[in-house]
């Protein structure tokens, strides 16, 4: 989301209602209400149109231009590559799958004997951008403390919320593979379980019969439950394949922007539908 869109909008709210009503703003709202103040004025013509089948319809496909055109010049307005993404891909050691319209997204690599399983990169570090959405409500206060924070800190502050991760590692001539279920967090991955399939096909795949299958099976303990000594060894492997804080950094800055990007087409297909 962009912080056009939640400066307006907290801005908006602050001045009509009660602090117990802004407790209760959207997610998205309150995501990026923290970000960038950028000062923004608009005009709304409340015009009726002449599209769709109904009386509200007018009203709404007006309010949907009004967003777009926000949201678009905030796009506009920023590089069509932004410079987090092009130091990351300077690095040259993850490839990034990213379709648009979709929620997951995949970074892929290579390593020693870890390489290509059925065409696909054996490491798979997979997230997805539903966590920014489903984040949890915060208090007005602590939105507030957070809003005045320089903007140095402004980094810290859009990221203190987990972002769920999911990391499968097959070999080549092996048939099982090692799944690892983590969250990222301030520039930290936190593993949650990690699992070995013997069917790394059945690892890797995202079907609902694979899904079914495996919800079965013995998926190991929960990490912190592991040896000390053990927990170290396993977060040193992670490490050694590029599972580390710069991916961990990384994650939800992509995250952020793929989901304004998407918010966008997504204010363009249902201001379509409504129109038509």
Request: aromatic fraction near 10%; proline fraction near 3%; glycine fraction near 6%.
């Given at each position: ?44 013509s ?14 709404l ?23 987090f ?17 979709h ?16 065409t ?10 539903v ?9 007005f ?17 859009l ?13 080549d ?17 936190m ?36 040896d ?7 977060e ?20 952020e ?11 363009d ?8």
């Amino acid at each position: 989301m962009s912080a056009v869109r939640a400066l307006r909008q907290f801005s908006a709210v602050s001045s009509r209602v009660s602090c117990a009503r802004v407790a209760g703003l959207s997610a998205r709202s309150r995501l990026a209400s923290v970000a960038r103040p950028v000062a923004v004025s608009r005009a709304f013509s409340a015009s009726a149109r002449t599209s769709g089948q109904g009386t509200t319809d007018g009203a709404l496909s007006n309010k949907l231009s009004e967003e777009l055109k926000y949201e678009t010049q905030a796009v506009e307005a920023a590089p069509a590559v932004p410079e987090f993404l092009k130091k990351f891909k300077e690095q040259n050691v993850w490839e990034i799958e990213d379709l648009p319209l979709h929620d997951e997204v995949t970074l892929s690599r290579k390593f020693g004997n870890e390489k290509f399983v059925n065409t696909f990169r054996s490491l798979r570090l997979m997230f997805s951008i539903v966590d920014i959405r489903a984040e949890e409500e915060e208090d007005f206060e602590g939105e507030e403390a957070v809003a005045e924070e320089d903007e140095d800190h402004e980094h810290e502050a859009l990221n203190v919320y987990p972002l769920r991760a999911s990391l499968s590692i097959t070999k080549d001539g092996i048939t099982g593979a090692l799944t690892v279920d983590m969250s990222c967090q301030e520039g930290q991955f936190m593993v949650d379980n990690v699992s070995f399939y013997r069917d790394g096909k059945l690892a890797t795949e995202l079907t609902a019969e694979a899904d079914w299958k495996r919800r079965g099976l013995y998926m190991g303990p929960q990490f912190e439950t592991l040896d000390i000594g053990l927990q170290e060894e396993l977060e040193k492997f992670l490490q050694e394949r590029g599972v580390n804080e710069s991916v961990a950094l990384f994650i939800p800055e992509y995250a952020e922007w793929k989901e304004q990007a998407e918010y966008v087409k997504w204010l363009d297909s249902v201001k379509e539908f409504v129109d038509a």
